[in-house]
């Protein structure tokens, strides 16, 4: 699948999906899952969490104080007669930052109320019930099976959410404890090492991917902030999402019970019957700048070594053109096959090839370094241009790469294409043809 940035944004700060969902998102529109990247700029930084470590403080006897702080935590959610909790959860994304809250009420048993803008979860007697901000009509109503975690997980398959003590107090059955601190990691946790450090406690974490950090209040064992930071599977290891979880637990009754109304909504059992048919797809895609049949908006780029190529010399020509990012997983996999096509081509003086490298994180002379750098050692002779400003591909309006496009020889869009496809040498090949007329 192809990830569009509002949606995943939204959908990792509501902890509905997992980070390894941005490795994915063009199944729907014939690629492989994980084959293809949101439109994005180039990677920000995100500090490892274990930065400033020592070794004395990852020794296995700071491991077995780490992992026995966070067991007397769970104790502490658990056994706490109520609970309130204010998460002030920032995430860290590739093309930007996100900030969202959230508010948490427990009760005594199962009863709870999760609330972050108009999407609720709430849970009152045996029964959960999840709320979303869209459809507004609808809501789904669940038995509690197990716990509210274990019910939740059956009902929306990848639900986690971004503050702990959700997880601390209705953790899943044979779970450990670092599961709540996961969010979405591609493999288990585990403690890493202890330290106390500016009057609170803190337990590294790490695995697969990732890495965490939780800060313990010594007087209560609750959890007041947490950071995790996670390279979803799938995509570079540069390509980090970061969060940061500010948090206000309370301890104490709460001043009223928790209790559901639905008001004009509707119950459903499930996600398949909380959304249309329609619903279930991807967000919809901004209207398209340029159609197949339009001209083809060109420009004037430049080599890496600082010669410009105006495209509008290719006139009579059949010009291909693909946008691409080093750090782009798919792009990478893809750029083969692209050459391939273009030796098939080089006998043919009515074709042009040309990848074009956008949002790149470098600029200047770091940036064609770095192309540079990259186009040698994969051994690619294709010559590449850049677009340095990402001014030629936003004529387009993508919003992924890769993106493919041919133009034919009368300056009209021939075909787009989004995402990695294993047989699109193939496709550019009959499509070239085509539009040079051996087809008819």
């Not at 104790?75 to 930007?96: C, E, F, R």
């Not at 197990?146 to 601390?168: E, I, K, R, Y």
């Not at 398209?288 to 509008?312: F, I, R």
Request: aromatic share 6%; hydrophobic share 40%.
């Amino acid at each position: 699948m192809r990830i569009h940035r509002s949606a995943a944004a939204t959908g990792l700060v509501l902890c509905l999906i997992s980070p390894a969902t941005l490795a994915q998102d063009d199944a729907m529109k014939g690629a492989p899952a994980g084959e293809a990247m949101q439109a994005m700029p180039a990677p920000a930084k995100v500090e490892s969490p274990s930065m400033g470590w020592t070794d004395a403080e990852k020794a296995a006897e700071q491991v077995a104080k780490g992992k026995a702080a966070l067991e007397a935590c769970q104790k502490a959610y658990q056994s706490a007669p109520g609970l309130t909790d204010k998460a002030k959860i920032t995430v860290q994304m590739p093309d930007g930052m996100q900030t969202d809250t959230m508010e948490m009420s427990f009760g005594s048993g199962t009863d709870m109320r999760l609330t972050m803008g108009s999407l609720q979860v709430v849970s009152s007697g045996d029964t959960v019930y999840f709320v979303p901000d869209q459809p507004a009509d609808k809501y789904i109503a669940r038995k509690i099976e197990g716990n509210v975690n274990s019910t939740l997980a059956q009902m929306l398959p990848g639900f986690a959410v971004p503050a702990p003590g959700f997880t601390l107090r209705q953790p899943i059955a044979g779970r450990p404890v670092t599961d709540a601190f996961a969010m979405g990691a591609p493999a288990a946790i585990e403690v890493k090492g202890f330290r106390e450090r500016d009057g609170a406690q803190e337990v590294l974490l790490a695995g697969q991917g990732a890495e965490g950090l939780v800060r313990l209040d010594p007087k209560t064992s609750f959890v007041t902030m947490y950071r995790m930071v996670i390279t979803p599977e799938g995509l570079p290891e540069e390509i980090k999402i970061g969060f940061n979880v500010a948090l206000e637990p309370k301890a104490g009754a709460l001043e009223k019970p928790i209790t559901f109304d639905g008001g004009k909504r509707t119950a459903v059992k499930g996600v398949e019957e909380l959304f249309d048919a329609g619903d279930m797809g991807e967000p919809e895609e901004p209207e398209a700048k340029v159609k197949v049949g339009d001209m083809a908006p060109l420009a004037e780029l430049v080599t890496l070594d600082g010669k410009k190529v105006d495209l509008a010399s290719y006139k009579g020509k059949v010009v291909v053109i693909d946008f691409w990012a080093t750090w782009c997983g798919p792009c990478r996999k893809g750029l083969p096959g692209l050459q391939k096509f273009a030796d098939e081509m080089k006998g043919n003086d009515k074709v042009v090839v040309h990848p074009v490298n956008v949002w790149e994180r470098t600029k200047g002379d770091d940036l064609v370094k770095a192309v540079g750098d990259f186009w040698t050692k994969q051994g690619f002779t294709m010559q590449v241009l850049l677009d340095t400003e990402a001014k030629f591909i936003g004529q387009y309006g993508f919003q992924g790469i890769p993106a493919c496009i041919v133009i034919g020889p009368d300056g009209k869009l021939v075909s787009t294409h989004i995402g990695y496809d294993p047989k699109m040498g193939d496709t550019l090949k009959a499509e070239v043809m085509k539009a040079l007329g051996a087809g008819k």
